[in-house]
């Protein structure tokens, strides 16, 4: 069964660092487009990032570029999320997600059929 497990939230201050973990099981994640997404209280879910397997290429948000990065490690079937320079208006539950096409990437959710059950990341002093 294909399953997608985010990891690695929590509470931090303005100004640092955490990386999130989107681990696969059931499959491999070695050809697939990821992409990351949040969403915080009362407002809807929006893209982060997303990378494209093939290329290694990535579209960050205009809201978290140059603070945001994705990484993948094969062997151990796992995309990250390395996030920097934290702001309180990144708090949100986390989430990654799958491309329902190959070579893809978008911000988009309705692009992304699969899904993990999210990871909440908090951004306060």
């Known amino acids: 069964q294909l399953q997608l497990v985010e990891s690695g939230g929590g509470l931090v201050q303005p100004g640092g660092s955490l990386t999130l973990s989107c681990a696969a099981s059931?499959?491999?994640?070695?050809?697939?487009?990821i992409g990351w997404f949040r969403q915080a209280p009362g407002k809807e879910r929006e893209g982060v990032s997303c990378?494209?397997?093939?290329?290694?290429?990535?579209y960050p948000a205009e809201s978290v570029k140059g603070r945001f990065t994705i990484s993948r490690d094969n062997a151990k079937n796992t995309v990250f999320l390395h996030m920097n320079n934290l702001k309180p208006e990144d708090t949100g539950i986390y989430y990654c997600?799958?491309?329902?096409?190959?070579?893809?990437?978008?911000?988009?959710?309705?692009?992304?059929?699969?899904w993990g059950q999210g990871t909440q990341v908090t951004v306060s002093s």
């Open positions: 997600a799958i491309h329902r096409h190959p070579d893809r990437c978008s911000l988009h959710p309705i692009d992304y059929p699969h």
């Open positions: 059931g499959f491999t994640l070695d050809y697939k487009d």
């Open positions: 990378i494209v397997s093939s290329t290694g290429y990535q």
